[in-house]
């Protein structure tokens, strides 16, 4: 978890009449507010946060400030760092929109089990800014400083501009001693990380899903095209690939799904560079299609026992013929599907039914991502495509003894991906007394040699278990950052 506090921020009015002072800061948007305070009161209610990016809200309230008199704003916030691609990522967004005499971020991070990776990376930084950043690592800690000196932030000598404006981003991960997680508890509660390496890769099944309609031509389709291509060439020889085109009209480009042989996949990418947008967007027939395909390697026994079977759409826009209404199109696909397939729901711009994507693939075992129209876009598909290209367990199911815990957050996942995280909160009962034992199963690739932790993966099952003390009062994934601005003489002048 993270908790990020803004020391008391300070303004003054120098001014003869009374002023506005605005408090405006850019949160990432799966954090919370804990606290807000303006002087001495804290503010028991504020406007929502508003969207500004990717991943960020800008949370804004102003107050009128008489003449020579002081306002002290001070902001907590706190947010689950989420694993992705094997690395948790903080990210801060620094606007000052001025020079300021003593700017300071501090970060310290505190991992009981050891930190095995650590970096940083900014948008801004410059050579004469880098001088300014220091870190301090050991087992268990890091400490990052970022202090520029009022010459060091200025974009041009002898000018007011500041280059410091944008993202901070840390990343890191942890060392992992036990493949059946990390447990913290406190006050009664615990939280367990589940994130086990040392395991195969299952194989995937996987239908590429495209949106070729006249609103994808240009840039969208251009990069759509050159994002397949290297996602293609990501497969695995022992994977089973096809791809489904559509518009108003449904394309397959083989009858059935292929090994991703060398000279497949050689074919696969010579298609895609030929797709071409135009007509409507028939969203319900193109999932289906991938469904059937999906069935018919299924009933003809194709689909390898220990494997993973993905359907991922992209598109740009709603339905615009065949079948239109949203709730019948969730109703057709998850009939379809059944359970036995993952649905993942790319939109691609702004003008997509978000809301619809995101029904649809939490309806299917899958998650929805939006693709934001930018120079960066293949990469954000080819990104998407990692996070779910190596799958190592199915059917994950986390067990805790009945007379030890209860108020149980999610404990069954039908996937995990390696790179990932799988989290568990819950609370302790109060007549819980030095142990509180867990295990941890799932479906597993067959290898009967392979050993984790004293127990043996059989006929692809993995069964782990591990006691954990209750005495453990250590907090995992603990990042305390502050970011101080402070101007001349300690504050801010209106």
Not at 12 to 33: G, W, Y
Not at 74 to 103: A, I, N
């Amino acid at each position: 978890g993270e908790h990020l506090q803004n020391p008391p921020l300070f303004l003054i009015n120098k001014a003869e009449e009374a002023r506005e002072a605005i408090f405006q800061v850019e949160l990432p948007k799966t954090a919370f507010i804990t606290n807000f305070s303006i002087g001495t009161k804290e503010l028991i209610s504020a406007p929502p946060p508003r969207a500004t990016g990717r991943s960020l809200e800008q949370f804004q309230v102003s107050v009128n400030v008489a003449p020579a008199a002081k306002v002290t704003f001070e902001l907590v916030y706190e947010e689950l760092l989420k694993r992705q691609l094997g690395k948790y990522e903080l990210m801060l967004k620094v606007r000052p929109q001025q020079l300021v005499k003593h700017l300071q971020i501090d970060i310290h991070i505190f991992e009981p089990q050891g930190i095995s990776s650590l970096e940083t990376e900014s948008t801004f930084m410059t050579n004469d800014l880098a001088d300014a950043l220091t870190t301090t690592q050991n087992k268990t800690k890091a400490h990052i400083v970022f202090k520029p000196s009022l010459s060091q932030q200025q974009k041009e000598p002898g000018k007011e501009d500041t280059a410091v404006d944008g993202n901070f981003i840390v990343r890191y991960d942890v060392d992992r001693v036990t493949d059946a997680g990390d447990i913290q508890i406190e006050n009664g509660y615990f939280v367990h990380h589940f994130a086990p390496a040392e395991l195969p890769t299952l194989t995937k099944n996987v239908v590429f899903v495209i949106d070729k309609s006249g609103s994808m031509f240009g840039r969208k389709i251009t990069q759509t095209r050159e994002a397949l291509v290297k996602i293609l060439d990501d497969l695995t020889p022992k994977d089973q690939f096809n791809l489904v085109i559509f518009s108003g009209s449904v394309t397959q480009w083989k009858p059935s799904l292929l090994q991703a042989s060398a000279e497949h996949v050689e074919k696969a990418k010579k298609f895609a560079r030929n797709i071409q947008a135009n007509g409507n967007t028939n969203i319900n027939e193109a999932v289906l299609v991938a469904v059937k395909m999906l069935d018919e390697s299924n009933r003809r026994e194709q689909l390898p026992e220990e494997s993973v079977s993905l359907v991922i759409l992209l598109t740009d826009g709603d339905p615009t013929t065949g079948e239109q209404d949203p709730k019948k199109i969730q109703k057709n696909v998850r009939g379809a599907i059944g359970g036995r397939y993952y649905l993942y729901c790319l939109g691609f711009g702004f003008d997509v039914n978000y809301a619809f994507l995101e029904k649809l693939a939490l309806e299917n075992g899958g998650v929805a991502r939006r693709i934001y129209e930018d120079s960066d876009a293949d990469l954000q598909l080819q990104d998407f495509y990692q996070e779910v290209a190596n799958p190592l367990l199915t059917k994950v199911e986390f067990q805790y003894p009945d007379n030890s815990v209860e108020l149980l957050t999610q404990d069954n996942f039908l996937v995990f991906f390696r790179g990932s995280e799988l989290v568990v909160a819950g609370k302790l009962k109060p007549q819980v007394e030095d142990l509180l034992s867990v295990k941890v199963k799932g479906q597993s690739v067959s290898v009967a040699q392979k050993s984790l932790d004293g127990r043996t993966l059989h006929r692809g099952s993995l069964y782990l278990s591990l006691p954990f003390w209750v005495t453990d009062t250590h907090q995992r994934g603990m990042i305390l950052s502050w970011i101080i601005f402070q101007a001349e003489g300690g504050c801010y002048s209106l």
